[in-house]
C-alpha cells in the first residue's frame, strides 16, 4: 500500500524536502534559562517569551517586581505552549534550550552556611547530590560564585537501596567486610597525618573517613583533629574448591547457577574472563564452579530436609490434558498414572485432584536436565519473601519448592529460581530469563535529552523541488523515496507524542541519496560529530548500514535498521528491527505447541521449503506429510486419508508459489466439515498469500494462522493524528516509522543506553509493530518479537483478541 499523494500531504511532503538536513529538535514544554542582557527589564522578557511578568517571578523568588535586572543574571522563564518542537523546526525557528530537571521531588531540605574554602563540589560530594541540585534551588549561583557565609537551601532526596558492600584488595586477594559500620573510635591527628595515612591504617577508606566527618569535604586534616572512625565487620569467607564445567547445549548463566546452587554474580566472579556487556554463554566453554556442596538439581538429590514433600496436590482444570501436564511439571503421562491409580482407571478429569511429584520425589530417569530448553529463570530480588515471590511469578510457594529445593534453606537474594518454559507465555523473557516489568512511559526520566541521527534515501538529488508537479511525478517513480517519506512522516508524529511526555529531543536527518553507493553516507559521517549521537536509525541498504555499524562500534553507538533482518555484517552494535524467518518460524511453532493436546497434524511444502518441513516435523514428530504431484498439486485422496476425523486437524501450508497456495487453500478447504475439522497454518507469510489472490473466505473458513512482523493498524487516535497532520491515512511505512523511533526515544530516555536498556527491557509494542532485542554478539541485535495473526470472520486479528467460538 502506497502513500496516498492528495494535495495536503504533498504540500507537507515538499515542507519535508526543504528542512530534512535541518536539526528537528522536539523541546517538552518546561523552562528555558535566559541570560539577561544589558537594558532588558521583565516586561521585555516576558514579551519576548509570551509569559506574564508573575509567571517569571514565581521561578525566580530573588527577584523582585519593578527591580532593575543586572546583567548576565540567569531567569528561569516558563515556555509558551504555542512554543512546538516540531512547528518550530519546520518553520525554521531557532532551537531554544531547555534546563534539564531532575526527576523526583526533594522529601525535604537542610541549610547549610558556606565556609571559607567551600566548592559547590565539595558540598555536593558532602551532601550527596549533584552541583545541579544546588544550583537549582539556589538561583543566585547561576550568576555569581560561592562565598563564605552564604546560606544555602541543600536539597535531601529519598535514598534509594544500594549494595555498599566494602571491599579491601590487598595483592592477590580481597577482603570483604559488611556495609555499615559496628563501631566508632575518635582518633586525634598527630603532626604531618594526611588522610590517606589515616586510611589505611585504619583500613578504611578515604571516602568512609569523609562520610562520617563532613568537615573534611571542604578542609584539609589537620594536627589535634578528632576524627570518627568507622569499623566495619569482616565477613568470613570460607575456602572454596574449584572444579572445571563444559557448557552444554542449551545452557544458560541462569540455568547453570540455578543447578550448583549459586548466583549469577559468583558465577561472573568464579570466571572473570566472562563478558559483562552480554550475557553470552558458548557451547564447550570451561567455566570454573564451586567443588564442595554441589547441588545438581536436575537429578536424584538428597536434600537433607524433610521440608520439601514429595509430591504436589493438583486440581485438574478444565482443558488440561497429559501434554501440558508433562511441559508443565516434567512428568510423564505414565508417572502420573503410576501414582494416581484413578486417572489410569477413568482418565484425566476436570477437578481431580492428582499427586503430581516433585523433584525430590522423581528418579534422575524421570527429571528433564536444566538448560533454557526445558526452564525459565528468575533471580530474586533484594527483600522478596514467600508472598511477593508467588504474587509475581504465579505460583504457590510449595510449587516454587518442588522446582527449587534449596529454597527449603530460605530466601537469599540473587538466588536463581527456576520454572517450567511452558510458564514462559505468563511473564516477558529473554535469553530465558523473566525480566520485571518496566513502564517505559511511566520511567522517563526528563533530565536526558536524547539526541538521533536518521540516515534515508530522500533522493533530493533526482526530485526537483521547485516544481510541484515535476516533483510529485518523482516521487510516485521512486519507492525509495515513497519509503523514507512514509517512515519520516511517521517519526515526525513520534516527536510530538514523546514532547508531550516532557522529553526533549534532538533528531537530525540526512538524505543519503543512493542505496547503490556508500559515497554520501560517507561524506555525512566525515562532517558530524557522530560521538555526540545517543543513537542512529537509518540508512535502508545493507552496504550503508555496514558502513555507518564500522564508523561507529568503537564508539558504541546503536545503529538501528528499519528494514533488515540479521545480516552478517560482522558489527554488535547493529539492531535488527524487522525478526529473522527463522525468529517468525519459531515464534508460530511455539505457538501451535503452546495449544496442542491431541491434534493430528499434516505438512503440505513443496521441495524449495524442506527446511520449514524440517523444522515442523522436529517440533512435531508424529506429523505426517502429503507428497506433491510434480511439486505444484495435491493427490485429494491421499490427503483425505492422512485427516482425522477423531480430533482436530492442524495443516500446514509451505509453499511461495501462489498456484500451490490457491490450489492448497481450496482443497484443504473442501475437506474442512462438521466431521473433520481442520485450521490453516503456515510458516511463512509471503506473497503466495497474499489476500488479493487467495480467497479470503477460505482463509476465513480455516481460521489460516501465521507469524507477522506487523499488524494491522487499529488506533483510531493516531490514524487520526496523521490525517490531521498529512491529510491521509498511514501506511505500514509510517506506523512502523513511528514504532521505531518512539521505541529508540522511549527507551534512551528511560537510559542513555540503548545497549544497557536492552538487557533488562522486555517486549516492547505501539501502533503496529513490538520489539524484543536479543543480543547475537558481533551479530547484533535481532528482534524476537512476532506477531501471531489469523483469519477470523473475514477479519484479521491477533490471536490473543480472537474470541473463540462456542
Known sequence: MGIIMNSKFFKTVLSFLFILLVTA??????????????????????????????????????????????????????????????????????????????????????????????????????????????????????????????????????KEVVDTSVTTTTNSFSEVYEDTPYKFTNYKVKKRETLYGISKQFKVSQDQIKKYNTSLYSDDVKKGMILRIPHFKKVEIKEVVLKSYIVKAKETRWSIANKYGITVDSLLLLNPDLPKSSNYLAEGQELKIPEKNIVVRDSLVKTGSEKVPDFITYTVPAKMNFYRLEKAYGVTEEKIKEINPLVKEKGLQEGMNIKIPTLKGQSSSDTQVVNSENFIFYVVRQGQGEMSLSRDLGVSFSELIAFNPALKDGIKSGMVLKLPKSRSTNFTVKNSLILPKINLVDSINVAVRPKVMVLLPFRLDKIDVNNSSIAKKDIDKRLDTKISLGFYSGMQLALETIKKKGVSVDVTAFDTQSTKSVDRVKEILAQENIANYGAIIGPLDPQSIQEVAKKTAGLQIPVVSPNLTEQQIGFGNTFYTLPSNEVLRAKILDYVSSIYTNQNIVIIADSKHKEASDAIMAKFPKAKKVSLIKDLTININKLKYLLSKKVDNFVFVETSNLALSKHATSVVNSLNAKDTKVRMFTTDLNKAFDRDDVDNLLLSNLNFTYPSVNKEITDEEFNKMYRFKFGANPDKYAARGFDIMYDVLLKLAYKNDLFEVSKIVGETEYIANKFNYVNKQNAGFTNTAVYIMQYNDMKIEEVEKVVPKV
Open 25 to 158: 529538535n522536539s523541546y517538552a514544554q518546561k523552562y528555558k534559562t535566559h541570560p539577561v542582557k544589558r537594558g532588558e527589564s521583565l516586561e521585555s522578557i516576558s514579551k519576548t517569551y509570551n509569559v506574564s511578568i508573575e509567571d517569571i517571578l514565581v521561578y525566580n523568588k530573588e527577584i523582585k517586581k519593578g527591580q532593575k535586572l543586572t546583567p548576565n543574571t540567569i531567569l528561569i522563564v516558563p515556555l509558551d505552549k504555542k512554543m512546538a518542537a516540531v512547528t518550530a523546526s519546520l518553520s525554521g525557528d531557532k532551537p531554544v534550550t531547555v534546563t534539564q530537571v531532575k526527576q523526583e521531588k526533594p522529601i525535604r531540605f537542610i541549610e547549610h552556611k558556606a565556609k571559607k574554602r567551600e566548592t559547590l563540589y565539595s558540598l555536593a560530594k558532602q551532601y550527596n547530590v549533584t552541583e545541579d541540585d544546588i544550583k537549582r534551588y539556589n538561583k543566585q549561583l547561576y550568576a555569581e560564585q560561592l562565598k563564605k557565609g552564604t546560606v544555602l537551601k541543600i536539597p535531601v532526596y529519598k
